[in-house]
């Protein structure tokens, strides 16, 4: 396969394959920026993670030079952990604000994350759920993909109807966020976290997955057999998938 290119895959995703993660970053940052350029009032859904730190680093040079603005756009943020306020470090609201929020013209009313301090974190995903609905629902979810294959933090096992809730973390995704916590500092059990069927009810959706720890993931993800055991499979039941992966996450 050739490298940059667009694959037609099963059903109805695309996989954009390009040579390096930054070019992954990039492919998707440029198919943000378009659509942001032709929908200023876009309702984006947003992640946290690694795969997406180059994402926003591209989002936010397009909007220093002038390329971008999301003065009319509003977001979503798919996942937080429960317990945890705004200014831990390792909160997915401390990242959005380090890394995206608070470097572009995006109001801060407009920008969601799950309240991770709610007094009940049931309450707060039913009336997340239902923000999303009143917004008019998500043009756009950028999604990145878990090694076990969860999207958000719906994680294997969970159901394709489910919409956002409180979810508990399997031991595989605490092990891999370990590394955003301090020595000895315990990762959170539970999340607030967009459930599979709020995902698929966005309008297009794209995905990064870079490195070779996603490879197996990604390759499940794409399998013929659809099955919560790797809840990204479930993105092939979408009718506007990209995913955007480098050529160690997607192998010749
Ligand atoms: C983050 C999220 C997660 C991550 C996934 C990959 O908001 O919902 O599903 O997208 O765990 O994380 P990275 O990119 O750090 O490998």
């Known amino acids: 396969m050739a490298p940059g290119m667009t694959y037609p895959i099963l059903r109805r995703a695309k996989v954009?394959?390009?040579?390096?993660?930054?070019?992954?970053?990039?492919?998707?940052?440029?198919?943000?920026?378009?659509?942001?350029t032709a929908k200023p009032d876009l309702v984006l859904g947003l992640a946290t993670g690694r795969s997406q730190l180059d994402v926003y680093r591209g989002l936010v040079a397009a909007h220093r030079a002038g390329d971008v603005s999301f003065a009319r756009a509003c977001s979503f943020n798919l996942d937080e952990y429960i317990g945890l306020p705004p200014s831990h470090p390792a909160s997915f609201h401390a990242y959005m604000n380090k890394n995206f929020f608070d470097?572009?013209?995006?109001?801060?009313?407009?920008?969601?994350?799950?309240?991770?301090?709610?007094?009940?974190?049931?309450e707060e995903a039913r009336c997340y759920e239902m923000s999303i609905t009143e917004a008019g629902g998500i043009d756009l979810q950028l999604l990145g993909i878990g090694v076990n294959g969860h999207i958000g933090f719906n994680e294997p096992g969970s159901s394709e109807t489910a919409g956002t809730r409180v979810?508990?973390?399997?031991?595989?995704?605490?092990?891999?966020?370990q590394r955003d916590f301090a020595d000895g500092e315990a990762v959170p059990e539970q999340a607030i976290t967009m459930?599979?069927?709020?995902i698929l009810a966005a309008r297009e959706i794209v995905m990064v997955a870079t490195g070779l720890a996603k490879r197996?993931?990604?390759?499940?993800?794409?399998?013929?057999?659809?099955?919560?055991?790797?809840?990204?499979?479930?993105?092939?039941h979408h009718p506007f998938v990209t995913l955007i992966c480098d050529a160690e996450a997607f192998p010749d």
Do not use: H, M, W, Y
């Open 16 to 36: 954009v394959r390009t040579p390096t993660a930054r070019e992954a970053a990039e492919t998707a940052c440029r198919l943000i920026v378009e659509r942001v």
């Open 195 to 198: 459930g599979i069927a709020t």
């Open 216 to 236: 197996d993931a990604v390759r499940r993800a794409l399998d013929r057999k659809v099955s919560s055991d790797c809840p990204a499979s479930f993105l092939q």
């Open 103 to 122: 470097l572009v013209d995006l109001p801060s009313d407009r920008s969601r994350v799950p309240d991770g301090l709610a007094n009940d974190p049931n």
């Open 167 to 177: 979810a508990t973390l399997s031991a595989a995704t605490r092990s891999a966020n």
